[in-house]
T-cell receptor
Framework: QKEVEQDPGPLSVPEGAIVSLNCTYS??????FMWYRQYSRKGPELLMY????GNKEDGRFTAQVDKSSKYISLFIRDSQPSDSATYLC???????????FGAGTRLAVHP | EPEVTQTPSHQVTQMGQEVILRCVPI?????FYWYRQILGQKVEFLVS????????KSEIFDDQFSVERPDGSNFTLKIRSTKLEDSAMYFC????????????FGPGTRLTVL
């Protein structure tokens, strides 16, 4: 079983839609959960960070962590064409913070 | 806004040659990382570095790889004898504190080994 699993997509939605992106993981020691956005041939850009279980909201973005199910989600409300990118989930147990990434989900928001 | 910078943006080299990839982390950051991403694959951790020594390294980071902070601003990744399978995007990241929430990535160096 892969340590972090993420559906690679692609996911295509109309502008204004609510987007749901998800990852599952197998390592119960993960404590820190991040979402990064990556545009083509660019570095990952930190979007959201959550420690342990719970929800976090930042503007149009909401991150959820359910440690009991080993499942994390990112919701994007009122999606815009500029949200078109690859979204990477990443996790860490702490320590010196090696990040374990999912494969990334490619999102396309069309006008 | 401060950012991590990397040079060169693209490096082409012949198999067996040495390459040095350079990074300038954000100035007040203390923790430094290298990751790589082979085309179409996941971003993979290579090495973390703090207080002038390696904190953790992955299985990928074998004897062919080394890291150095030669001065107060640069952080380098050296590959001694490149292989075809080293072709990838290499990302440098830095963090101000020992916390997974603050790793900021550079734009990457695309390494092509011929």
């Amino acid at each position: 079983q892969k340590e972090v699993e993420q559906d690679p997509g692609p996911l295509s939605v109309p502008e204004g839609a609510i987007v749901s992106l998800n990852c599952t993981y197998s390592n119960s020691a993960f404590q820190y959960f991040m979402w990064y956005r990556q545009y083509s041939r660019k570095g990952p850009e930190l979007l959201m960070y959550t420690y342990s279980s719970g929800n976090k909201e930042d503007g149009r973005f909401t991150a959820q962590v359910d440690k009991s199910s080993k499942y994390i989600s990112l919701f994007i409300r009122d999606s815009q064409p500029s949200d078109s990118a690859t979204y990477l989930c990443a996790m860490s147990t702490g320590g010196y913070n090696k990040l374990i990434f999912g494969a990334g989900t490619r999102l396309a928001v069309h006008p | 806004e401060p950012e991590v910078t990397q040079t060169p943006s693209h490096q082409v080299t012949q198999m067996g040659q040495e390459v040095i990839l350079r990074c300038v982390p954000i100035s007040n950051h203390l923790y430094f990382y290298w990751y790589r991403q082979i085309l179409g694959q996941k971003v993979e951790f290579l090495v973390s570095f703090y207080n002038n020594e390696i904190s953790e390294k992955s299985e990928i980071f074998d004897d062919q790889f080394s890291v150095e902070r030669p001065d107060g601003s640069n952080f380098t990744l050296k590959i001694r004898s490149t292989k075809l399978e080293d072709s990838a995007m290499y990302f440098c990241a830095s963090s101000v504190k020992r916390g997974a929430d603050t790793q900021y990535f550079g734009p990457g160096t695309r390494l092509t080994v011929l």
